[in-house]
């Protein structure tokens, strides 16, 4: 099983629309984050949680919110998605002290 | 202010022959720095990493890089492509003042010749 797993993987909605992704991971790892990927732009941070109590905005946060259910779920939300968000986006987690950051296999969406 | 720069967005090459994708990237002090691999439709895999030490440092799938501290470099390497590397590559400069972020470049697209 993978380790830090997306749901939905591919998701279609409409102009201001809400719209929730969700992350979840079996790392143990107690930091979690959101990102983009546009084409030519890499990957930007969108928001990123070192506890389930401690939640930071990353680059880009406006426009979205995120909830830390738990130390293995961290949930990207779109209050009233807007066609410009439409991306692929990743959720990625890593321990502690350690650099390493470990993503899911990413969630394309398409606001029309 | 901190930044990574991919200069290639696109680099083609036949499969056997050597392979140099560039990062450079600017950054108050030593940073950490990644190369991570994304396969078509797949999440991203940490290649290899350097934290100190050694700067030329190894990594999986046969890759390497090599940190070179007066270029502000850290270009991934590998002396044999296969078909199977074709994928985007990135390079990535984690933050040493404690938030762990990631800056990531704009990536690098390989496409590997048969």
């Known amino acids: 099983d993978a380790d830090v797993t997306q749901t939905p993987r591919n998701r279609i909605t409409k102009t201001g629309k809400r719209i929730m992704l969700e992350c979840s991971q079996t790392?143990?790892?107690?930091?979690m984050y959101w990102y983009r990927q546009d084409p030519g732009l890499g990957l930007r941070l969108i928001y990123y949680?070192?506890?389930?109590?401690?939640?930071n905005k990353g680059e880009i946060s406006d426009g979205y919110s995120v909830s830390r259910q738990a130390q293995a779920k961290f949930s990207l939300s779109l209050e009233s998605a807007i066609p410009n968000q439409t991306a692929l986006y990743f959720c990625?987690?890593?321990?502690?002290?350690?650099?390493?950051?470990?993503f899911g296999p990413g969630t394309r969406l398409t606001v029309t | 202010a901190q930044s990574v720069t991919q200069p290639d967005i696109h680099i083609t090459v036949s499969e056997g022959a050597s392979l140099e994708l560039r990062c450079n990237y600017s950054?108050?002090?030593?940073?950490?720095l990644f190369w991570y691999v994304q396969s078509p439709g797949q999440g991203l895999q940490l290649l290899l990493k350097?934290?100190?030490?050694?700067?030329l440092v190894q990594g999986i799938k046969g890759f390497e890089a090599e940190f070179k501290r007066s270029q502000s470099s850290f270009n991934l390497r590998k002396p044999s492509v296969h078909w199977s590397d074709a994928a985007e590559y990135f390079c990535?400069?984690?933050?040493?003042?404690?938030?762990?972020?990631?800056?990531f470049g704009t990536g690098t697209r390989l496409k590997v010749l048969a």
């Open positions: 990625a987690t890593s321990e502690g002290t350690q650099y390493e950051q470990y």
């Open positions: 790392k143990g790892h107690d930091r």
């Open positions: 949680s070192f506890d389930v109590k401690d939640i």
């Open positions: 950054y108050g002090a030593t940073p950490y």
């Open positions: 350097y934290f100190s030490g050694d700067t």
């Open positions: 990535a400069v984690g933050a040493t003042s404690g938030t762990y972020k990631y800056i």
